[in-house]
């Protein structure tokens, strides 16, 4: 009986239902006389045909109405405009034009005022401290004061000008309002002393951020308003780089010291 049962519970695990042993199975039980019968063959059962059913034509199709046209009204549109032309449109008109130009980096330059006799000299400090007694720069100066017949030894007016004036802060700092700045010092500076024959402005920041002009006016006279004559001249560095251009300050020098002389 144990084999039977271990049989049947292999049988079941592969899931088969009924088999039937080719030999004699030891300790098995003896089978059903049913289960050893030939199935009965199948007979087929015949189907009856179903009547065609009649189909009918359908009807025909009643002819639509023609529709009743009815009046169009025009409804007016206002134009389109891009989005884009638009926002454009509107920036323009809203954005004052000072907001729309791109503000300039502040310039970044030092300047001494001095006085020798009729003239005023407004000098480029290229390393931004005041000049020396013994600086080759300064004692370029004094030769050229004595050329022009000038005192050599020039007077300090007021404290050196220095651009730009904040490290930091909102306040506008660009070349506009350095020139604007500039210009005033040394009219106020002025006002304060006699009244001088002539202006020097040695230097490029000197020529641009007093005289409002550019490097085309070295050698050449300009007049300011406000200041009044004044004689641009190249810095006394760029004088100490390129000696050939003293050359051209001398003939220009010998034109320009009448203002002067006539004045004493």
Known sequence: MIEELRRRAYLSAMQVASWLPRVELPFAAPSRPESLQPPEPEVPVAVEPRPAVPVSEPAPLARPEPPVERPKIEVPRPSVTPRSAK???????????AVRQVAAPPPRFALQLLRAGDCALLVELPTGEPLQGRDPAYLLLKDLLRAAGLPDSPQLVGEP????????????????????????????????QQPCSCLWLVGLPAIRFAGDANAEFYNR????????????????????????????????????????????
Request: net charge negative; no cysteine; glycine share 6%.
């Open 87 to 97: 926002a454009d449109a509107r920036t323009e008109t809203e954005t004052p034009a």
């Open 221 to 264: 006279e300009l007049q300011i308003d406000g200041l009044g004559a004044a004689w641009a001249l190249p810095g006394l560095e760029l004088l100490m780089d390129e000696p050939a251009r003293k050359a051209e300050l001398w003939h220009a020098m010998r034109r320009v010291r009448q203002r002067w002389l006539a004045a004493s």
């Open 161 to 192: 000008v220095r651009w730009p004036l904040l490290a930091r802060g909102s306040m506008d700092q660009g070349p506009q309002a350095a020139l604007d700045y500039v210009q005033s010092f040394i009219a106020a500076r002025l006002e304060e």
